[in-house]
């Protein structure tokens, strides 16, 4: 019941918000469906009934495919981050203005509805139907309240997406074939016999598809491009949520359907994923531009998560449980300052920024607190998932974590110098007469300061309910 109600809120309100042209209203009724959906995901989180935590109903019977959803602690986790994600947003950006107000709010809620899905499917086709719907609103979305550069930049987005999403299906489809029941059923997916060529050429099929959505190197060209471009608050959820579905999608599907292909190409993955982290960092740290420095520090800190995946560690499979969240609660708070500034000033770029602190104090504070959390500093959230997945990296290769331990240098670097161009130095002409953040995101960076704060001082709580999802991934 819980999973589609999940489902079914946003999913509804959606549809009813493309009928409500006041801007306002849309405002008010979208961020009321986000704090319902969120109340439900936090029920689930104290509910252990499998009634309550499972359906199974008729779908396409003639294909095999069933309504089929549960939950457990990795589901839950994922739904509670996509719960608390869209109210936040919403609320911070609750004073922002849009084109028809009604068609943007309906498809954020229908993203939801879609990532909800996602993370609670346990038949592979409605696992496919959900992955497009979360994807489906977000090309909408770009294409129509983007920047200048938002139909070439979306197109770019389509076709890698389009070319992975085609991947998974054939992917789908092949397992399909080689079940004993012709069935969709994650179970009967997990015990499907294949052989190390087929399971060879199965894995990339899966694997590129996620590879597209995380994303990491060298498949990640359509992301900087597509946060810069994209209005913030989508960009919030593609950087925060949506990138889940990669991790979410390999922890799944990928390692317990191919563990022959997962030993054969663990390395290569690794490797490319390190690559991606420093490259990524680098890069972050010639930006000029808020955007691209948050877009390009995603890629390094989700390079991590997908190289602790494969060293197939249990420590570290449970750090990046926990970095799951935690960096989809960093990374939004981070672009909701980079919104906030760009709102009230009209740029994004270091060189036109500087000195905002002694007009924007609250604001200053808030971002510092981030920032410590981006680089993982002792006591904030980060903290215990980096410790963990670079725990599981050294357990596999020494080397390889010493390599990939070189971006924690590096993302302090990137971090800090973002703080110091923005609000320290010189005043500009461009912050000279800058105020400080509105009401609400100071409401909304305030929730998120305390939620990295406990969770760096007592992170139990994620590996309490994540544990038992690593095991048996792990264990298949």
């Not at 971002?367 to 050294?394: D, K, Q, S, W, Y």
Request: hydrophobic letters at 55%; one cysteine or more; charged letters at 10%.
């Amino acid at each position: 019941m819980i999973p589609v109600l999940l489902i079914v809120i946003p999913l509804i309100t959606g549809l009813a918000t493309f009928f409500v042209n006041n801007g306002r209203g849309a405002k008010m009724w979208s961020l009321l469906a986000s704090i319902i959906t969120l109340a439900v995901a936090a029920v689930a989180l104290f509910t252990d009934s499998a009634e309550q935590l499972t359906c199974d109903a008729a779908w396409l019977p003639a294909l095999g495919a069933k309504f089929s959803l549960s939950m457990d602690g990795m589901s839950k986790m994922l739904c509670l981050l996509t719960a608390v994600a869209f109210p936040l947003v919403f609320g911070a950006t609750y004073k922002n203005t849009y084109n028809k107000p009604g068609s943007f709010y309906a498809l954020m809620l229908l993203m939801q509805a879609g990532l909800m899905g996602v993370f609670v499917s346990s038949d592979a086709l409605l696992f496919y139907f959900f992955w497009e719907l979360a994807l489906i609103p977000a090309y909408f979305l770009c294409s129509t309240w983007g920047g200048e550069k938002r139909i070439q930049v979306t197109f770019k987005f389509f076709i890698y997406t389009f070319v992975g999403s085609l991947l998974l299906l054939v992917g789908i489809l092949y397992i399909h074939f080689k079940t004993p029941d012709a069935s969709f059923a994650l179970q009967s997916f997990y015990h499907v016999k294949l052989t190390a060529a087929q399971q060879y050429f199965v894995f990339w099929l899966f694997f590129i598809a996620f590879a597209i959505k995380m994303p990491i190197f060298p498949f990640h060209t359509w992301q900087p491009d597509t946060y810069e471009q994209s209005p913030t608050a989508v960009t919030m959820i593609l950087s925060g949520v949506m990138v889940k579905m990669g991790l979410y999608g390999v922890i799944r599907w990928v390692l317990p359907i191919f563990p022959a292909a997962v030993l054969k190409f663990d390395q290569l993955i690794i490797v490319l994923s390190v690559i991606g982290m420093l490259y990524a960092s680098l890069i972050a740290i010639r930006q000029d531009d808020i955007k691209r420095l948050i877009a390009y520090s995603s890629i390094a800190h989700i390079g991590l998560m997908c190289a602790a995946i494969f060293s197939s560690q249990q420590i570290g499979m449970q750090g990046v449980m926990i970095q799951m969240f935690n960096h989809g609660i960093n990374v939004i708070g981070l672009w909701i300052v980079a919104d906030a500034i760009e709102q009230q000033l009209g740029t994004r770029k270091f060189s036109e920024l500087g000195g905002l602190a002694q007009r924007a104090p609250g604001l200053a504070t808030l971002l510092v607190v981030m920032i410590l959390a981006n680089i993982a500093l002792p006591l904030t959230n980060a903290f215990t998932g980096e410790f963990l997945m670079f725990n599981g990296l050294f357990r596999y290769s020494i080397w390889m974590a010493f390599i990939a331990g070189i971006s924690i240098i590096l993302a302090a670097v990137y971090s800090l110098n973002m703080v110091q161009k923005i609000f320290y130095g010189r005043t500009m002409p461009a912050t000279e007469y800058a105020n400080d953040a509105s009401s609400n995101i100071k409401f909304v960076l305030a929730l998120l300061v305390i939620v990295i704060l406990v969770l760096g001082v007592y992170p139990q709580p994620v590996i309490n309910l994540t544990q038992d999802s690593v095991q048996a991934v792990l264990a298949k």
